[in-house]
C-alpha cells in the first residue's frame, strides 16, 4: 500500500531563512506521481508542483525549488530566503496505479511551516 | 478562468441529520474527486466521479455518498451525521486526458460542524 511521510511537523525560521521540507514515500508502483501542495489560513489547497516516476530531475521555480531522488524515495520541497507569506501547511501526495486511480491522492500528514518576521 | 467552486463554505448540522455539499470543477475538467480533512485522520479520498459515474471509492461507509451530473458538477451527501464528521470536506478537479490528467486543483471546501 502507499503511504507518504512527512516527519516534520512544525518548523519555524526567521524571513530570509532557507528551509527545507522533507517528503518520504512508499509505493509498489513503478510508475506514480508526487505532488506538493500549500495550504494557506483560507483552508484552499494550492497546486505547487506535479512530478512522475521517470523524471529525476530537479525543478527550480522562483524561490521553490524540489529534490527527488528515488533511491531514497524522497520528494523534498526547499524554500529559498522564505517569507512571511510562506507561512502555511505544506502537503506532499504520491498517486499510482495501485490505487485504482490516478486521482486518488494518498497525503502526508502536513508540515505547518511558519515564517516569523 | 474560474476556480472550483464549493458552496456552502460553511455549515452547521445536528447529530442524526444529513447534509449535501456541492462542487462546481474548472470549467473543461471532467474528473471530480472528494476529501476530508481532520485534525485526527488529515486528508482523506471519499470518491471521484467522471462522466456521472463513481470512477473510485476510499475507506468510507455507506452514509457517505455523492454523485455527478452532466455539466460534471458534483454533490456528495452524508446521511446520519456523527459527531465525527466534523471536517472540512475539499472537492478536486482535473483533466481527464493527456499530459497534466492527474493535477487535482481544489476548492476553498466546506467546513461542516456536527453538534
Known amino acids: 500500500a502507499q503511504k507518504v511521510t512527512q516527519a516534520q511537523t512544525e518548523i519555524s525560521v526567521v524571513e530570509k531563512e532557507d528551509v527545507t521540507l522533507d517528503c518520504v514515500y512508499e509505493t509498489r508502483d513503478t510508475t506514480y506521481y508526487l505532488f506538493w501542495y500549500k495550504q494557506p489560513p483560507s483552508g484552499e489547497l494550492v497546486f505547487l508542483i506535479r512530478?512522475?516516476?521517470?523524471?529525476?530531475q530537479n525543478e527550480i521555480s522562483g524561490r521553490y525549488s524540489w529534490n527527488f531522488q528515488k533511491s531514497t524515495s524522497s520528494f523534498n520541497f526547499t524554500i529559498t530566503a522564505s517569507q512571511v507569506v510562506d507561512s502555511a501547511v505544506y502537503f506532499c501526495?504520491?498517486?499510482?496505479?495501485?490505487?485504482?486511480?490516478?486521482?486518488?491522492?494518498?497525503f502526508g500528514s502536513g508540515t505547518q511551516l511558519t515564517v516569523l518576521p | 478562468k474560474a476556480g472550483v467552486t464549493q458552496t456552502p463554505r460553511y455549515l452547521i448540522k445536528t447529530r442524526g441529520q444529513q447534509v449535501t455539499l456541492s462542487c462546481s470543477p474548472i470549467?473543461?475538467?471532467?474528473?471530480v474527486s472528494w476529501y476530508q480533512q481532520t485534525p485526527g485522520q488529515g486528508l482523506q479520498f471519499l470518491f471521484e466521479?467522471?462522466?456521472?459515474?463513481?470512477?473510485n471509492k476510499g475507506n468510507f461507509p455507506g452514509r457517505f455518498s455523492g454523485r455527478q451530473f452532466s455539466n460534471s458538477r458534483s454533490e456528495m451527501n452524508v446521511s446520519t451525521l456523527e459527531l465525527g464528521d466534523s471536517a472540512l470536506y475539499l472537492c478536486?478537479?482535473?483533466?481527464?486526458?493527456?499530459?497534466?490528467?492527474?493535477?487535482?486543483?481544489f476548492g476553498p471546501g466546506t467546513r461542516l460542524t456536527v453538534l
Open positions: 501526495a504520491l498517486s499510482d496505479t495501485d490505487s485504482g486511480s490516478a486521482r486518488q491522492l494518498t
Open positions: 466521479y467522471f462522466s456521472e459515474t463513481q470512477r
Open positions: 478536486a478537479s482535473s483533466f481527464e486526458q493527456g499530459a497534466r490528467s492527474n493535477e487535482q486543483f
Open positions: 512530478r512522475n516516476s521517470f523524471d529525476e
Open positions: 470549467s473543461g475538467h471532467r474528473s
